[in-house]
């Protein structure tokens, strides 16, 4: 694999010596200090790094594309002050407001995105955190989720107490997810409610329940690349499972309404560098990816991506399902062929 590398003018010795030494010794990635080496200068050297974290993602995530799906079964009135959500109390957004879902409504959208093509789906609910008897709703919903279906499910329920965490991986409930959102030195432009070590603190209680972890952020804040690997290395120290990857979409009535869009290399950029430092974990492309990449949205399965949330966000629409499904069909050769648990060849 990498002697083709090796023997073409195209490729930034840097890059390819690196993808060379993880592949050979099933290496734990790069160092800090690589990473930040790597970060692109040029428009050459991005597609240089893409085209490499591709082989990292073919070495260590072969022929694997999974399809995270979301609900947002709890929307609005959350008392924190992310500068980037609508759904802030801080904000003056026009975003739909309701309860949680009752069980029954979560279990028929967990089928009916299922059917659409989703082999994860999490409920999401806004708010610090759910009480008991919410927590007692999407665990009813997942144990009839767990037997009627094939669904990896997840939770993104806020900041999470020891008991709620047992009580969601018994009811069949397998990957937490809570993003840190950016790195500890940004934090404090982002986030003023919460200190960013109870994310952190939330992340490793739901691993000491037996719960994957599913941490990531939004990339196009107004962070640094030093920043952005400061974040890499968190998620590092943290060893999570999956990392999700959102790029800002900057809405109205957010302090960040006025940020311009991430320019799409860039954005591409920030994956493949996530995949050089986490060679083996599930990196998926979440929010943003259409209204950011525009024509360039699948490149992201060729910059280091093995998954794709598909279907509406959560006060956003996203883009549509068949269309998703029919794009890895085409990236599969045509062949539209999927293992027996449903992931596309790729």
């Known amino acids: 694999m990498i002697a083709e590398l090796e023997r073409s ?21 790069i160092s800090r200090e690589e990473a930040l080496s790597l970060v692109p200068r040029t428009p050459k050297a991005a597609m240089e790094m893409i085209a490499c974290a591709n082989l990292l993602r073919q070495q260590f995530k072969p022929h694997r594309v999974f399809r995270c799906a979301i609900l947002n079964a709890k929307s609005g009135h959350c008392s924190q002050d992310c500068a980037f959500c609508s759904q802030s109390v801080h904000h003056n957004c026009r975003v739909e407001t309701y309860p949680l879902r009752c069980a029954d409504e979560l279990i028929e959208a967990g089928l009916r995105l299922a059917s659409g093509g989703a082999t994860h789906y999490s409920v999401v609910t806004s708010g610090v955190g759910l009480n008991e008897r919410e927590v007692d709703t999407v ?41 840190l959102e950016t790195a500890p030195s940004f934090f404090n432009q982002i986030c003023t409610t919460h200190d960013y070590q109870e994310d952190i603190d939330s992340l490793r209680t739901a691993r000491a329940a037996g719960l994957e972890i599913c941490s990531g952020g939004i990339f196009g804040m107004g962070e640094s690349w030093g920043q952005r690997v400061e974040m890499f290395f968190m998620l590092k120290q943290l060893d999570v499972d999956c990392i999700p990857v959102n790029f800002l979409n900057p809405l109205p009535g957010t302090r960040l309404a006025h940020r311009p869009l991430l320019p799409a290399l860039e954005a591409l950029s920030v994956v493949a560098l996530l995949r050089f430092i986490h060679p083996g974990k599930d990196i998926t492309i979440c929010g943003g990816r259409e209204i950011t990449l525009k024509e360039l949205h699948s490149w992201v399965l060729f910059a280091g991506a093995n998954g794709l949330m598909i279907g509406n966000y959560l006060t956003t629409q996203g883009r549509n399902m068949g269309a998703d499904m029919q794009m890895l069909r085409t990236l599969s050769m045509g062949e539209g062929e999927r293992s027996e648990d449903g992931m596309f060849c790729l």
């Open 9 to 29: 003018t195209m490729f930034n010795s840097n890059y390819y010596c690196m993808v060379n030494r993880i592949a050979a010794s099933v290496d734990d990635g």
């Open 139 to 179: 665990c009813r919903a997942a144990e009839t989720l767990r037997k009627q279906s094939r669904l990896h499910l997840c939770a993104s329920v806020g900041m999470l107490s020891e008991s709620s965490a047992r009580r969601l991986k018994a009811a069949g409930v397998t990957r937490y997810h809570h993003n």
